[in-house]
């Protein structure tokens, strides 16, 4: 088993000096931009409770538990991992206290298991994105990128969860054993879908395995960026610099931003 990648995956800099060395122009991608990132990059939900669903007493409880975790979530993003209780749970879920002991029996389960929930979302958006991409690698990778930056799993809420288990994992275990689960997963999709693109397209002088972990890097750090700089970081540029650094490894398969024919 690979060792978990360190915190943070990549220097600030070095995203830095790939956003200063990126034009940031117009493109519209497969899918079509204004698809992509229609819905905004911060969510006025995050700084205030949301309503509580009108769920009745007989709620499934894959439903209740869904709920709950949904609520830990924004606990975690307003308050850290420290000032999230059981009880500020509750609150945020409009449910009692009760009900979250019958479901995950301590706070530590319930942060366990929103962050096995993370993961297993992420790994599961990953899979779904790129299925068919066994014959077409490149269209993989992009649909890959696409996902990175989907609002449903890259948004303010989840970034900060995110950020505050993998700060967390160097003292927990259990967190530790997720997160690397979930990041070799992804880093064997990746270096997969560089080598095959790779054989593909002839890259004889293109270290896949390289690429695929720069690419995992400048994701990861473009998600920070997205937590820490909102006001200067947009899910829209991220996007384009990650493509712009496919288009640099890859040119014959994708096209820098701006520079892609007009249909």
Not at 159 to 166: E, G, P, T
Request: charged share 25%; aromatic share 8%; proline share 6%.
């Amino acid at each position: 088993m690979e060792a978990p990648r360190p915190f943070p995956l990549n220097s600030h800099s070095f995203i830095e000096m790939r956003a200063e060395a990126v034009s940031i122009a117009p493109w519209v991608p497969r899918g079509g931009v204004n698809e992509l990132f229609a819905l905004p990059d911060s969510s006025p939900q995050s700084r205030r409770r949301r309503p509580a669903r009108k769920q009745g007493r007989t709620a499934a409880p894959e439903e209740r538990r869904a709920q709950l975790i949904e609520a830990t979530i924004r606990c975690v993003a307003g308050r850290g991992l420290a000032e999230t209780t059981i009880a500020t749970v509750a609150k945020e879920a409009g449910l009692s206290q009760g009900i979250i002991n019958l479901h995950f029996q301590s706070k530590e389960r319930l942060l366990t298991e929103t962050l096995r929930f993370l993961a297993d979302e992420y790994r599961t958006a990953s899979a779904n994105a790129t299925a068919n991409s066994q014959d077409d690698p490149a269209a993989g990778l992009q649909a890959l990128v696409d996902m990175c930056f989907q609002r449903s799993i890259c948004n303010r809420d989840k970034l900060a969860v995110w950020f505050a288990f993998w700060g967390e994992r160097r003292f927990r275990p259990t967190y530790r054993r997720i997160c690397a689960a979930r990041d070799n997963a992804h880093d064997e999709l990746v270096r997969t879908l560089c080598t095959n693109l790779c054989k593909l397209g002839k890259y004889s002088d293109v270290e896949p395995v390289l690429i695929a972990d720069g690419l995992s890097a400048l994701t990861d750090g473009l998600w920070l960026d997205l937590l820490v700089r909102p006001e200067s970081m947009k899910r829209e540029q991220a996007w384009r610099i990650s493509m712009a650094y496919l288009a640099d490894t890859f040119p014959r398969h994708f096209q820098q931003p701006g520079l892609q024919a007009r249909e």
